[in-house]
Structures are given as C-alpha cells and as structure tokens.
C-alpha cells in the first residue's frame, strides 16, 4: 500500500485519524527540540541538510539560488547571507545557529565562522574523484552529526532504488555516448567529465561520457564547440538554458549545424540545474534526462 492509499484508505476512522495527528505532534515537537539550528554557506551542504528534513536557519546567495538550482526549494524565512566567498557574518551572527555547514573551498575564513558556532565541513569536489559518490558520503556523515541517521539511510535508499529504475529505464540508450555540456557562448562550452556530477551520474544510469578528460572546474567555458565533433556518434545533452545572446548565433553558426548530433537532431536541453550541487542536484539531473531521452526515443 503506497502512502497515498494509507491516507485514503477506508480503514482509516476518524479514531485511528486522531491517534495519527497526536503522534505526528508529539514526534514533531520532539524533532524541533532536537534538530540544532543550522546555517549552510556551502549549496551542497545546503542540498543535503534539506534532504535530511533539516531546513537551514540561514544560508548563501538564495536568489541564486532559487534561480539556477531550483530544487530543493527554500521558504522565504530563510535569512540570505549573501555571497558565499564573502557572507554577512554579522547577520549569520543574528541568526543563532548552532553549527554552520561549509565545505574545503571556505576553510578560508573558518576562524572568523568558529567564533559564532561550530563548523562541519565535509568534500564534495576533489579533482579527479566522482562527486556522486562523496554527495551519497555525505548525506550518511551530515545525517550522523544532526541526529538523523535513520532518515539517511532513507534518503540513500530511496536514492538507490530510483537510480536503478532510471538506469533500466535508459538501457536502450547506452549504446550511443553522450557529451554533457552547458553553454557558454556560441563559440564555446563547458564539459562534464566522469569527475563532475553530471558525469558520474550518466555513468550511474549505464551511459558511457563521450568527453573522455577531466572537468574543468571554472566558470569560463574554455572548449571550442567543433571539439564537439570529435565522438560523431554521440548525443549531445545541454544542461541549463542556453544564453539569449548565444541562442540566435549558434542557430546560424556553421560550425554548430555541421555537428553531427545537430545535424541528426540528437541534441537535448535540459532544465537549470546546479553544477556544483549535493545529492539532489545529481538526482534532478537524473530525473530530468531520463525524462528528456525517454520523451524522444532510442533514436536519440
């Protein structure tokens, strides 16, 4: 019986009804005198607290936010900090957390965020090493450090399983390799190899990357796009909306048309998601090209 049959079933009196909101209060209040304040400098840290049921008190460049990641979604009760290399310590301050969640790439100014509360830093994005599996990592460590060991092993389960029915779902696709690339302007690209996020979840759902080098991580789009042209039978997969100003010269680039994927209309455009994110930008990302390959067929 799925969650929703629970709640409609005819089973369920108005008895039963009552007893369930009462233990819904009573584990609610329980969880809100437990669950510590939290406040998230790091977006991926951010990803995985929410994951966890945990909602930050506090956290960095939310418009941004709101606007390229999409997903989870944060109520507007959550104080902005502002820039991440640079947050307002002074209204992180006002803010009471109990423990900020940061990760390597602020360790910078650690001291000056110890002095309002603990710090919990844990890698998402080591050169070389596939960020997937470090997100999974970390919603076991954060789910340990704020008492919700229990909903990470959920969480990893639910991951899991929907993993392997997207893979299924796409195994008439995995003959053709696919570049995964967002773009900069008309005459470049950005690339996700096996060490991005993007890259290790294709790997994860059984299709091979046709960019065989590393991720460069930056946020120039430093690879020309006849590069493209290197793997012809590939499929070409443009995470995030592709710039105004690029959209009406790449539809009149010579260059891009004489693509093979072009040509062949094996091109697909996805909805904005996180580079750089946690455990749910990896699986949006996911959700949204199994959606995308799926809605155009095995020809693609």
Known sequence: MTRKDRWMSPVWGRREFLALLAAAAFAGATRAQSTPRIAAIDWAMLE?????????????????????????????????????????????????????????????????????????????????????????????????????????RRVLGETEAALHAMRTRLAGFAARPTYVINIGDARHFRAFGADSMFGDVLGRLGLANAWVDRSQFTFAAPVPIENLAASPDARIVVVSDIPVEARETLRNSAIWRALPAVRENRVVTLANVAPYGGITAGMRFARLLTEALSVRGEAL
């Open 48 to 152: 995985t607290a929410v994951a966890l049921g945990v909602m930050p008190v506090a956290a960095t460049e939310l418009i941004q936010f709101r606007a390229g990641a999409l997903e989870p979604e944060i109520p507007e009760t959550v104080a902005d900090l502002g820039l991440r290399g640079a947050p307002n310590f002074e209204l992180l301050q006002l803010t009471r957390p109990d423990l900020i969640l940061i990760s390597p790439f602020y360790t910078r100014y650690t001291g000056r965020l110890e002095a309002i509360a603990p710090v919990f830093s844990l890698p998402f994005y080591v050169k070389g090493e596939p960020p997937f599996a470090k997100a999974l990592a970390a919603v076991t460590a954060l789910g340990e450090k704020l008492g919700r060991a229990e909903e990470a």
